[in-house]
């Protein structure tokens, strides 16, 4: 490839701590930054959420209409799409409300649950679109995150075992 690979970072339902799995890397996040053409990362300022990416990584559960149909743009703009962390691998917190009666817990919470977006459950990334690789933990380790990067920047495919494992 004569260009820079596109990378892009995107959140769905989360509390924004896979994130910080690239805000933490120091300078090798100063070094992807080199290497990569970051086209949407709103943590760090970089928002363009409909550029196509080669490599795609998802922060956070699919809990609302919109995060519904932003997951299948998103997967029909990217070549390699990679859930990070628990929320985007399994549900995590959010997906508590899966064993509820959700409309009922909404009901609780607000005063119109109409005016809130809401699906009755959170559900994983693969539950919603096909993935390429999922790196696990609660947080993900920002190790594992720029191994990733750092293979696929090379052309080489992560090895999927080791990758989802939580190295720490
Ligand atoms: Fe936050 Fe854990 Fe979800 Fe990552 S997996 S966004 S750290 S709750």
New binding site residues.
């Given amino acids: 490839m004569d260009r820079k690979l596109r990378v892009a970072v995107h959140k769905f339902s ?8 690239f805000l933490n890397a120091g300078e090798k996040l100063v070094e992807l930054f080199e290497l990569a053409d970051v086209v949407h990362f709103a943590e760090a300022g970089i928002v363009d959420p409909d550029a196509p990416a080669e490599l795609a990584f998802i ?3 699919i809990s609302t209409h919109e995060e519904q149909e932003r997951i299948r743009r998103i997967r029909e703009n990217t070549r390699f799409l990679v859930p ?6 399994s549900g ?2 959010q997906a508590l409300r899966n064993q509820a009666d959700a409309a009922r817990w909404f009901a609780d919470v607000y005063s119109d649950p109409s005016k809130i977006d809401h699906l009755d459950t959170a559900t994983p990334i693969a539950a919603n679109v096909p993935v390429d690789l999922e790196l696990w ?4 380790n920002t190790r594992q995150v720029m191994a990733t990067v750092s293979s696929l920047l090379l052309g080489a495919p992560p090895r999927d075992d080791n990758e989802k494992i939580c190295m720490e």
């Avoid at 989360?14 to 799995?21: E, N, T, W, Y």
């Fill in positions: 989360s509390c924004d701590g896979c994130q910080l799995a922060e956070g559960s990070i962390g628990a929320c985007a691998t995590c917190l933990g609660c947080p993900v």
